[in-house]
C-alpha cells in the first residue's frame, strides 16, 4: 500500500461549501431513488443503495427525505434517470470525467458541453481520458475517524488498496469487486464512512500552479457542479499548498 498524500485535489471540494443544501438533497435524492431500482428498495441488500444513504446521512439529510427517496422507487414513481458519462479537458489540459444522473440528455449535454466551452475547456468523446483512470472503490473517513496511522493500519487488515490521508480527511481506495466488503470491516474499526462509492482515480496527476488557471478551473469545475443532473466532477489536477493559500 502507498503511503499518505498531503494532496486531497482528485475530487473538487467534496460537499462544497458554496453549493446549496436544497440543491445538495436533491441529488443525493436522485442517486437513493436511481440505486433503489437498480436493485432491492433496502439498503442492507443493495450495496449501491447503502452507499447513497451513508453520503445523505453525511450530509445531514433528513430521515424522512431519504425514506421518500427510497419508497419512490418502490412504488414506481418519481423520473425515469440515465446514467451518462462525459469527458473531456478543463483549463491547463487537465482531464475531466463528469458523472451525470439525467432525465433529459439533450438538455445535459448542451449544459455540459457550454460549461467546458465558457471556462477555458472542451468536451471530449467517450473515453478520451478515462483511459487515465482507473475505476476503483472509494470509501471516505473525517479527521476525526483516526490520526494516519490508526487509519491506514485499519484500511490495510480490512484488504484496502492505498490511503491517502491530509488534514481534510482520509480516502482509502479499493477494487471494484471489495469495496463494500472493505467498507463492512472498516466500519466495525472507525464507525461508519462519510462515503462508500465508486470512483475515478487518475493514474498520472497533472499540477498546475498558474493561479489564473487554477482559478479558471475551480469556475468550471463549480459551473458543473451547480448543474442539478451532474453528480460528481473527478480530475486528475494536483493544486500546490502554495497556490491554494495564495487563492484562499
Known sequence: MAGHSKFKNIMHRKGAQDKKRSALFSKLSREITVAAKTGLPDPDANARLRAAVNAAKAQSMPKDNIQRAIDKAAGGDGDNYEEIRYEGYGPGGVSLIVEALTDNRNRTATNVRTAFSRNGGNLGTSGSVSHGFDRLGLISYPVGAGDADTVFEAAL???????????????????????????????????????????????????????????????????????DDVQTVWGNYEIPDAVMEKLG
Open 157 to 227: 487488515d480490512a484488504g484496502a488498496d492505498d490511503v491517502e490521508s491530509s488534514e481534510d480527511g482520509h480516502d482509502i481506495w479499493t477494487s471494484v469487486d471489495s469495496l463494500h466488503e472493505v467498507a463492512k470491516a472498516l466500519e466495525a474499526r472507525l464507525g461508519e464512512a462519510e462515503g462508500v462509492k465508486l470512483a475515478w482515480k487518475p493514474s498520472i496527476k497533472s499540477e498546475i500552479a498558474d493561479e489564473g488557471v487554477v482559478q479558471t478551473l475551480f469556475k468550471l469545475i463549480d459551473t458543473l457542479d451547480d448543474d
